[in-house]
């Protein structure tokens, strides 16, 4: 997981600052920084919302901007199309794709759907839209004074939260994750969910808040 100074709501980065940094940490994981074509700003634009509402480029969270940008952004769809038109972002998307598939995309949203209601939730409670094309004047104010006068509330490290119940050996637990989990699934049976399903309703779930997290470490010295 990445620590971004910009992902703090209270951040004292410049929008400037806060776009370079975004842009140092999509080096940092080998991705390539995109710049704008003479005449354009579609990309600079693009960075900034990343900034502005506090998120990195993981799948969990370019989902979660799609949100805010819908619903919180004022935008041209021709010019957001724009976006998807650029042939590194049309390479992206394919190998998305390949690994994914539309079942993993749809997955994906289902998974996310809680905090993309907790997103959506908090556009309505902006003061005002941000501009996608956004005036150039911003760039030198600091990003806590920008999301103070557009009133945008960015997800905290606990908004992004998710609890998972995992069964294994016959036993359930729940764990809490705060980001992607860098696992692959297989689906289950029809058998298989039919003796899950049967299995949870004596498993009580709490809510989240109710959870206390440990950690466990792994005994490095034991061969089994």
């Given at each position: 997981m990445h620590n971004l100074y910009y992902q703090d709501q209270d951040c004292s980065l410049t929008l400037t600052q806060?776009?370079?940094e975004y842009r140092n940490y999509l080096v940092s994981i080998g991705r390539k920084v995109m710049e704008d074509?003479?005449?354009?700003s579609l990309i600079t634009d693009h960075d900034a919302t990343h900034v502005i509402f506090g998120l990195d480029t993981s799948l969990e969270q370019?989902?979660?901007?799609?949100?805010w940008v819908v619903a919180g952004c004022s935008w041209k769809f021709s010019y957001i199309?724009?976006?998807g038109k650029l042939d590194e972002i049309k390479k992206?998307?394919?190998?998305l794709y390949n690994e994914l598939g539309l079942l993993g995309f749809l997955k994906l949203y289902w998974y996310l759907l809680p905090r993309k209601w907790k997103v959506f939730r908090r556009t309505r409670r902006m003061k005002k839209k941000?501009?996608?094309?956004?005036?150039?004047s911003l760039l030198k104010l600091n990003i806590s004074d920008i999301r103070s006068e557009?009133?945008?509330?960015?997800?905290?490290?606990?908004?992004?939260?998710?609890?998972?119940?995992?069964r294994r050996d016959n036993v359930f637990f729940e764990i809490i994750t705060f980001g992607t989990l860098g696992a692959?699934?297989?689906?289950?049976?029809?058998?298989?969910?039919?003796e899950i399903e049967g299995a949870l309703k004596e498993h009580k779930i709490f809510p989240v808040e109710d959870y206390k997290i440990f950690e466990v470490l792994r005994n490095l010295k034991r061969k089994t």
């Amino acid at each position: 997981m990445h620590n971004l100074y910009y992902q703090d709501q209270d951040c004292s980065l410049t929008l400037t600052q806060g776009i370079e940094e975004y842009r140092n940490y999509l080096v940092s994981i080998g991705r390539k920084v995109m710049e704008d074509e003479e005449g354009s700003s579609l990309i600079t634009d693009h960075d900034a919302t990343h900034v502005i509402f506090g998120l990195d480029t993981s799948l969990e969270q370019e989902s979660l901007l799609d949100t805010w940008v819908v619903a919180g952004c004022s935008w041209k769809f021709s010019y957001i199309l724009g976006y998807g038109k650029l042939d590194e972002i049309k390479k992206l998307y394919k190998a998305l794709y390949n690994e994914l598939g539309l079942l993993g995309f749809l997955k994906l949203y289902w998974y996310l759907l809680p905090r993309k209601w907790k997103v959506f939730r908090r556009t309505r409670r902006m003061k005002k839209k941000w501009l996608f094309n956004f005036p150039r004047s911003l760039l030198k104010l600091n990003i806590s004074d920008i999301r103070s006068e557009y009133g945008i509330n960015i997800l905290s490290e606990e908004d992004k939260k998710t609890l998972l119940t995992i069964r294994r050996d016959n036993v359930f637990f729940e764990i809490i994750t705060f980001g992607t989990l860098g696992a692959t699934f297989k689906f289950t049976s029809p058998e298989e969910t039919i003796e899950i399903e049967g299995a949870l309703k004596e498993h009580k779930i709490f809510p989240v808040e109710d959870y206390k997290i440990f950690e466990v470490l792994r005994n490095l010295k034991r061969k089994t």
